[in-house]
């Protein structure tokens, strides 16, 4: 808004386009909760305080209003939805601007994917920034279908709604300063750059924040968090469907280190975002564990907003952007109206009105599963007695590293349901390389059949695990011929699918719609034998190599913590 525009109604000498009264205001500044009206003109807010006059008035009757809530860290892609599907899900819940990070698509459709993500979700109620992925591909040991340089990554830099880099993965790149790695950090010196360390501590994580990466959302217990706030770094707390970790972490929060505290969700899947909520599930979960509320919410807004530099939101004061919520109870949030820019755009969870969005031609990011089938084999031959085996972690992304006896029949490792030992494979599926990673998982739980699916973080090759190779062959043929999604097969017999046709990541039906699907999914996933609460979020984490301990990619066995490949078969 222009400052001739604002500054009479401002001063009070022209009315103002809306004035919410009688609110209970939370200032996420000073602590306080405040009686007072808000007075707003087209997107922005003008002043607080009574005899504001309006063209318009809404009596909030002494409800509390608070900013606009605002995710630190998030993959729309993880939604399986579009950003204006996506929108839809959480903007009624009380979020307003999201900071995402497009490495999943850009793994698969590189700048073309990042082009995408923000055309499509220009001029949505919920304002979409960007942070341009650090790591495509994550690192050397697995193929992605793109490659960003630091030079890719300068030219979008200026893009509008792009903020900084993204979640810095490559830990060993950055701190041994290796070519290439050191490029996009000194390009982006005096920008925001998000980090990703798990696990990392000591001197290592010395060197890794001295290098300017200054935010984390990879903390699992509260002694790595303090650690890491100690060196100056912003922790978002995460709450995803896969890593929930914030129960572990809120523990921590004190008045002291709390304005270092933001929240975010990662990974989401729709029936999480439908049924527990986004940002407004993480504040009551907070409150629940001993946070004060209001210290919530400012971890929620003010926080985040303060870390990406987004100076005209995250607080409810003059010149600040419209985005509102307001609320009834402290201890259990939850979205009555939702304001963004001005314009109320969702009441008592519901979106209101139609949302307009820009025609975007999404050809460039279809059409993205390239597996040459009659070269696929499945096949282990056994070169020795015992494996090693990626164990699964209920609700944390991190596995263990197990070593187990094979099972070996006619010379061949296969799988060993009764011991909850699935194989695995990692089937390259950009370029056609036929590249194919075997190995073992426990965690799963099937007994019976294979689940296979085309989100594979960060490569997002094709991934399946079963108990026998004709149901995996069954499931990974099925995942191509969608040109992605998810499948559950057992034998020859496709079970259930939710295809996802953007990139293999995302569908282009509505939220609702893929929530359905995968409700069915899911279903049928348990009947197979899995007890995890959605064993495709946890599949598509097992082959992300930079989160120990034990990874598989379609180039091999990945340990973690040593960043190099190591042999399935242990001598």
Known sequence: MKLTHFLPIARGDEPADLVLRNGRVINVFTGEIVETDVAIAGDTIVGLGPDYAAKEEIDLGGRYVCPGLMDAHVHIESSMVTPPQFARAVVPRGTTTVVTDPHEIANVAGADGIRYVLDVSEGLPLTVYVVLPSCVPATHMGTAGAELTADDLIALADLPRVVGLAEFMNVPGAVLGLPGVLEKLVAFQGRVIDGHAPAVSGKWLQAYVGAGPGSDHECTTADEMLEKLRLGMYVFIRESTAAKNLRALVPAVTPSNARRCAFCTDDRHPADLLDEGHLDHLIRLAVAEG??????????????????????????????????????NLKDFRAEMVFAGGALVARDGEALGDWPLPAVDDASVRDTVHVEWERLDLAIPAQGERVRVIGVVPDQVVTEHLIEPAKVVDGVAVADPERDLLKMAVIERHRGTGNVGLGFVRGIGLKRGALAGSVGHDCHNLIVVGCDDTSMMTAARAVGEMGGGLVAAAGEEVLASVPLPIAGLMSDRPVEAVRRQMDALLAVAADLGSSLHDPFMALGFLALEVIPALKLTDQGLVDVEKFDFVPLFVE
């Open 291 to 328: 946070v004060d509320p209001i210290t919530a919410i400012r971890m929620a807004t003010l926080n985040a907003a303060e870390w990406f530099r987004l100076r005209d939101r995250g607080a409810i004061a003059p010149g600040k952007r419209a985005d509102m919520v307001v609320f009834s």
